[in-house]
């Protein structure tokens, strides 16, 4: 029989005994599958070499066992030619046995990449939804820390914003107090400083130094523009009597809270002493709800406050557009169209770039507060989505080719644009220098989320929410990574599961809903013949942030939660209350130690303003626990402890003392 197969195979010279050719007996696809492993083995290379974590994306999963299943073919039949050569017997490998080969190879290939990842990870259909993979180079004070504070008491859990006459932005529906000590917390823990005014010192200063104006601290008279997301703010769901909110099927439509808001605007001007008149807050595309204006108004009569339309005479200052475009998109005209309804007829008009209003370019600081929720075309929306509303035009249906789902119809043929390594917009958004990079600090409200863009605010059904609002604020340095988290959060929330009844509920979990965030972290990701440079000056962008995904929604744990020197840390606070036995920042303080580099011994000093219990905790500097130097209930007052670190070897670590619902974080060295 193996006679047989081996005459079927080669043809051999009937004098010397030599290969003359090899003869295909079943056609092209006898030599198939090894062309398609030589091929797989050939992408490993290029994709993985350069970048180790690839190996576990969903393409590599695929293409590891044909991969390995070349490489044994190979082996067998070099080994094979070999013995054939060295014998001079005609026995040669049956092309039967190779197919066999490769199938058990890629069998046994695909089993051991399962058996890697675990049972918790599991990968969507056309999606690269890989647990703890991160790409990209991680920003902030604290590399690629997202802080997480969530306070249930922030919001009215009895609220139904879904009936008219029943705003979840009204104040009977928001505890202030509560909201104001979440967004104090959130920057402390994002700077590991003790107080309101030193962290928005360090934000400042690694923000402006980012920006390449040295490590300096705001400077009087600079301009800062508050951006919030007012979708609803536009067409019949006003009076244009006093610009109040109309009680029609678009109310209740979640969108940036005025709480928040106000509790920004008072750390810029009560904390930081930004005057009132340089600070601007408004979405250009919108016009200004009354329950808005009336509520900051009140507190900062000064500020200047946007509209979309000339409404002077209810105190809003209408928006001007720039004279030049401003942003200039990297699909060259390829993808984005005048109009995105009329993308699949021949003719329609390319877009390349945007006008922006004067406000973003005359502001030096940007603060864009979007609110976290599902997208019915992006799949997603926060900060780089929330830019749509920064254009001149009248709508942003030119920029929707730039998402994964234009008309809401992913099953179309050449409308969906589900697939990974496609252009999107939202990466040349990220990146522009009067968009992206003038953001001073990513502050994302989640107090009521919700599914889309355009519903009222969802309960959340997952722990630690247990069906109530989410009653969240988030704060990053990091752009790609305080997305990446929120994205997390949508996508465990808001699947089919939930039956929502107003036909959405699953819009997070749309194919491809993270591509632009892989792109935003990892030029290597960008798609072929894409290079995104949105300035208009031809500078390529290069990494904006750190992407990855948790391990999973009950632990949430990204890799520096897990001791990994790389990726996210998701910093996650639980406030509850606001009662006055409470620790306040003015009364909590955390001394550097002294000394600082040490040897052996350094001494820790602390000062609590309340009874209260007390941890203070050691870390190396890749996030492990080392020590716990203080753990129980304390007076108030001050207090001094000494750290003996002669067991640790030389090296840089941190601190951190916990008290009650407050921290602080600090760094130290030791030195042999």
């Not at 890629?106 to 690269?128: C, H, K, M």
């Not at 104001?180 to 400083?193: C, K, N, V, W, Y």
């Not at 644009?417 to 600090?441: A, E, S």
């Not at 990513?442 to 109530?468: C, G, H, R």
Request: aromatic share 12%; with cysteine.
């Amino acid at each position: 029989m193996v006679k047989s197969f081996f005459k079927k195979f080669v043809k051999v010279c009937p004098k010397t005994g030599r290969i003359r050719k090899f003869i295909n007996p079943g056609g092209i696809y006898t030599i198939l599958l090894p062309i398609v492993g030589l091929i797989a083995l050939l992408w490993i290379i290029v994709r993985v070499v350069p970048k180790p974590s690839r190996i576990q994306y969903p393409c590599m999963q695929v293409a590891t066992p044909l991969a390995s299943g070349f490489l044994a073919y190979f082996s067998i039949l070099l080994i094979s030619l070999l013995a054939f050569f060295k014998t001079k017997k005609k026995v040669f490998l049956s092309p039967y046995l190779i197919g066999f080969t490769l199938l058990l190879t890629g069998f046994t290939g695909t089993y051991l990449i399962n058996e890697q990842r675990g049972e918790a990870d599991v990968v969507l259909p056309n999606s690269e939804h890989v647990t703890n993979a991160p790409s990209g180079e991680a920003k902030g004070i604290y590399p690629g820390r997202v802080v997480w504070v969530h306070n249930p008491d922030a919001t009215n859990e009895k609220c139904d914003p879904s009936k008219a006459g029943h705003g979840w932005w009204m104040p009977e529906n928001n505890n202030q107090e509560a909201i104001d000590r979440m967004i104090s917390r959130a920057i402390q823990e994002l700077t590991g400083e003790t107080s309101d005014k030193s962290a928005w010192n360090e934000i400042f200063m690694f923000h402006n130094e980012t920006r390449g104006k040295g490590r300096v601290n705001y400077v009087q008279g600079e301009k800062v523009f508050i951006k919030v997301n007012n979708v609803s703010g536009w067409g019949g769901n006003f009076s244009t009597r006093d610009l109040s909110v109309s009680e029609n099927g678009s109310y209740g439509i979640s969108e940036t809270s005025p709480q928040v808001v106000l509790a920004v605007l008072r750390h810029l001007v009560n904390v930081i002493g930004v005057n009132q008149s340089d600070i601007y807050v408004g979405d250009p595309m919108r016009n200004l709800y009354k329950h808005c204006y009336d509520m900051w108004h009140d507190e900062f009569p000064d500020v200047h406050y946007m509209s979309h339309d000339d409404y002077a005479s209810l105190g809003r200052e209408k928006v001007v557009p720039s004279t030049t475009a401003r942003i200039f998109y990297s699909d060259k005209g390829t993808v984005l169209r005048e109009n995105v309804w009329d993308a699949m007829r021949p003719g329609g008009d390319n877009v390349t770039d945007d006008y922006l209003y004067t406000v973003y370019e005359e502001a030096e600081y940007l603060l864009n507060l979007p609110m976290l929720k599902g997208h019915k075309r992006a799949g997603i929306t926060m900060f780089a989505k929330n830019h749509f509303g920064s254009h001149t035009r009248s709508d942003a249906s030119h920029l929707h080719n730039g998402l994964v789902d234009p008309q809401e119809t992913p099953n179309k043929p050449g409308v969906s644009r589900t697939d990974y390594g496609m252009y999107r917009v939202q990466v040349d958004i990220m990146g522009h220098k009067l968009l992206g990079k003038k953001n001073l600090v990513y502050i994302m409200d989640a107090l009521w989320s919700a599914d889309q863009e355009v519903s009222y605010p969802k309960k959340f059904t997952m722990a630690p929410f247990n069906t109530d609002w989410m009653s969240s604020v988030f704060v990053s340095l990091d752009p790609v990574a305080i997305e990446s988290v929120g994205y997390d959060f949508l996508r465990a929330e808001f699947k089919s599961t939930r039956n929502l009844n107003d036909g959405a509920g699953t819009y997070p979990q749309k194919p491809a809903a993270d591509d632009y965030l892989h792109q935003a972290s990892d030029p290597a990701l960008w798609p072929e013949g894409v290079v995104y440079a949105p300035d208009g000056d031809g500078v390529a962008l290069k990494s904006l942030g750190v992407h990855e995904h948790w391990n999973n929604p009950t632990d949430k744990k990204y890799s520096r939660n897990l001791g990994l020197n790389e990726g996210i840390e998701l910093v996650s606070v639980k406030l509850s209350g606001v009662g006055v036995e409470r620790l306040t920042t003015a009364g909590f303080e955390v001394r550097q130690n002294y000394p600082n580099p040490f040897n052996t011994i350094t001494t820790i000093s602390y000062t609590l303003p309340v009874d209260t219990n007390v941890e203070i905790i050691v870390y190396d500097n890749v996030g492990r626990k080392v020590s716990t130097v203080v753990a129980g209930s304390k007076k108030a007052g001050t207090y001094t402890v000494e750290f003996d670190g002669s067991q640790l070897p030389t090296g840089n670590y941190f601190y951190k003392v916990v008290a009650n619902d407050y921290s602080a974080t600090k760094r130290f060295a030791i030195v042999r």
